[in-house]
């Protein structure tokens, strides 16, 4: 059964929104979560790393302030995307892991749809 | 992180061995070789993972070169349902983030 989860799998809303979309781990503690973002027929692209208790790491070239973080829990991870545009519509991915065990899971993903 | 590199895509016949490369010449000592593969509108689903050597499970079998700058994800019996995109990735023991790279595109004919 899925170990890592991810809610909502779906979501449609207006160019001006913000969007928050939850990653829990089931059945382990995650200190890191990782978040990821995937375009249409385009490989995964890691978009920050989930701290427990800690500010998140983010990639280069991803805004910290339209894509906000949270990790309050060893088992909650919270991506929201702030004023979303069309332009922010993708599939979005989380993924964790137990701590110095493999492998590492991976969410099923929630699709993002800003009209 | 190293890179690794395979082909865009790869077409099998149902029921028959797939034999899927992954190039990593690069590689370090301490990159652990990691295969998933990701379903249409899904997240990536693990597959195996090994060091040094060949490596088998339920899903599929691991063969690393003895030099480990490539390996081979072993399909043993084709079904329809392993039409996916596969990704092989390098990580280091100690590092937790995975960089995909384009994968391969697997192609299941009836």
């Known amino acids: 059964g899925a170990v890592v989860s991810q809610h909502p799998s779906w979501v449609i809303c207006k160019s001006g929104t913000s969007v928050k979309i939850e990653c829990r781990s089931l059945d382990f503690q995650a200190t890191t979560m990782f978040w990821y973002r995937q375009f249409p027929k385009q490989s995964l692209m890691l978009m920050a790393t989930s701290n427990e208790g800690s500010k998140a790491t983010y990639e280069q070239g991803v805004e910290k302030d339209k894509f906000l973080i949270n990790h309050a829990s060893l088992t909650l991870s919270t991506l929201t995307v702030t004023s979303a545009h069309p332009e922010d519509s993708s599939f979005y991915i989380c993924?964790?892991?137990?701590?110095?065990?493999?492998?590492?899971?991976f969410g099923d993903g929630t699709r993002l749809s800003i009209l | 992180d190293a890179k690794t590199t395979q082909p865009n895509s790869m077409e099998s016949n149902e029921e028959e061995p797939v034999h899927l490369p992954c190039n990593h010449s690069?590689?370090?000592?301490?990159?652990?070789i990691h295969w998933y593969r990701q379903l249409p509108s899904q997240g990536p689903e693990y597959v195996i993972h090994?060091?040094?050597s060949n490596v088998n499970n339920r899903m599929a079998s691991l063969a690393i070169a003895e030099d480990r700058k490539s390996s081979t994800l072993i399909l043993h019996r084709a079904t329809l349902r392993d039409a996916a995109v596969y990704y092989c990735?390098?990580?280091?023991?100690?590092?937790?983030?995975?960089?995909f790279g384009t994968g391969t595109s697997l192609t299941v004919i009836p």
């Open positions: 090994g060091l040094t």
């Open positions: 990735i390098l990580r280091d023991r100690a590092g937790n983030q995975f960089y």
């Open positions: 993924s964790a892991r137990d701590l110095n065990r493999e492998p590492q899971h």
């Open positions: 690069t590689i370090s000592g301490t990159d652990y």
